[in-house]
DNA sequence: GGAGTTAAGCTGTATATACAGCCCACGAGG
DNA sequence: CCTCGTGGGCTGTATATACAGCTTAACTCC
């Protein structure tokens, strides 16, 4: 086994993370500019740059221009959790995924989301699917679709294909937009969950927009005690 | 007011994403390589390759060494959500944060905690803080802290600084957890929060590295009512 | 016809060079 | 003493060039 010939400019972000993780630099303070990391480390400065943009990218560093590069303030910083697609994470756990669905319909639907999906009749096609990993219920969802952007969402075979991956695939996605919240269930989510009135649910609100349109709107809804949301951030 | 000019690289970009969000390429379609790019858009490789690789980066593309660059499968690609600091959060809708500790204390944690922080002894310091938005409870902040990472933890005051900042502060970050779940809460979280025991509550447990060790473990209890993430991802 | 070789095309990386625009400190001149 | 200008240092962008390693398809030779 040969040791792996690591890039250059991952040599040089090393440099600077591992004078921010001893602690040598905290937040705020100043980082070599571009031309003391050609001078000390013999790079190019399209290499020294190439490596400070991207540790401003993964938000390590904040550059000024004109002035210098600095640690970030990570007390502001955001850390990223994300959200995937059901049947592959189920997949993904080497078990079973199967979808069992309730309802396919036109229907008019309530007027707050037809304002979100610009519908002036409020025509919008209407779907309530159970996700199962290995035979337990692990989501319900349930999803408004604009018809103007998936005309033929009703002739789709939901056992067989995500709702999510039939939009993606015939309208392409731009925009998505997600929010997240405990609440108690309704009687029907409690009951295709399977759960008490009283367990509490983690819903996932999901928008998405496709072609400068609103395609969909829904509710994702998961047992508190089956579902949970994971996230690393490493610097 | 003149137009903004456009970085190059910032339009070839816009050249690719124009034809993936017009509905042109689809997932899996190759894109231009490099040298076409070149060649159609007059511009030098090196901007062609920061456009497909900023582009890479963000999961809109993937490239395959030798064989050429292709729009990413998106049915897989994961979904951005953001954790962010919460008296930042508070400040920044412009309301009044304020902080009530209900206990700073040196106690013996339980085994499956001092396991996670790597302690011999399982003495860890222990703090309990009820984060306010404008006099309503917002968040419960229950924390187990690394006494080897942060030994002053007990003399600080958390009324004006909150303990992940005075972590970051004092120990550089390294790397983050989270978990993200819906939960019914104790009768001490509920008390706290001014919450009945059947209204649900959103759970973050943040696990904290510095310098190689464990530095922190954090429960966070949000009223399910009062409290959500977000995210947007656009391509 | 099949197997092995070769060439073309692709990504990935690295360098030297260039110019624009911003910031800050220093110094000259009022 | 204060103000204005200037120059040095910094980031941001853009180009031309080069080489390594991989893949794929075509082509040659047996």
């Not at 001893?22 to 190439?50: D, I, Q, W």
């Not at 970030?72 to 995924?97: C, F, K, M, T, Y």
């Not at 269930?185 to 008490?196: C, G, H, I, K």
């Not at 998405?208 to 579902?227: D, K, M, V």
């Amino acid at each position: 086994m040969n040791a792996v010939v690591k890039p250059l400019y991952e040599l040089v972000k090393n440099h600077v993370l591992g004078r921010i993780r001893s602690g040598e630099l905290k937040p705020g303070a100043r980082v070599e500019s571009e031309y003391e990391l050609v001078r000390a480390l013999k790079v190019s400065r399209m290499t020294a740059n190439r490596a400070l943009r991207e540790l401003v990218q993964s938000g390590v560093l904040a550059r000024v221009p004109g002035s210098g590069t600095f640690v970030a303030d990570l007390r502001s910083a955001a850390h990223p959790l994300q959200i995937r697609n059901i049947a592959a994470e189920i997949q993904g756990r080497g078990h079973v995924h199967r979808a069992r669905v309730m309802l396919k319909e036109l229907v008019k639907c309530p007027a707050e989301i037809a304002r979100l999906l610009g519908l002036s009749d409020g025509l919008a096609f209407h779907s309530l699917i159970v996700h199962h990993e290995n035979e337990a219920p692990l989501q319900v969802e349930e999803r408004f679709v604009n018809p103007f952007v998936a005309p033929d969402y009703m002739s789709v075979d939901f056992t067989r294909t995500t709702p999510h991956e039939y939009l993606m695939a015939v309208a392409p996605l731009e925009r998505v937009e997600h929010v997240v919240r405990a609440m108690a269930p309704n009687p029907t989510v409690a009951s295709l969950l399977q759960l008490e009135l009283s367990e509490p649910v983690l819903l996932i609100e999901r928008t998405t927009w496709s072609q400068e349109l609103p395609a969909s709107f829904a509710c994702l809804y998961h047992a508190g005690s089956r579902f949970e949301l994971r996230g690393v951030f490493s610097i």
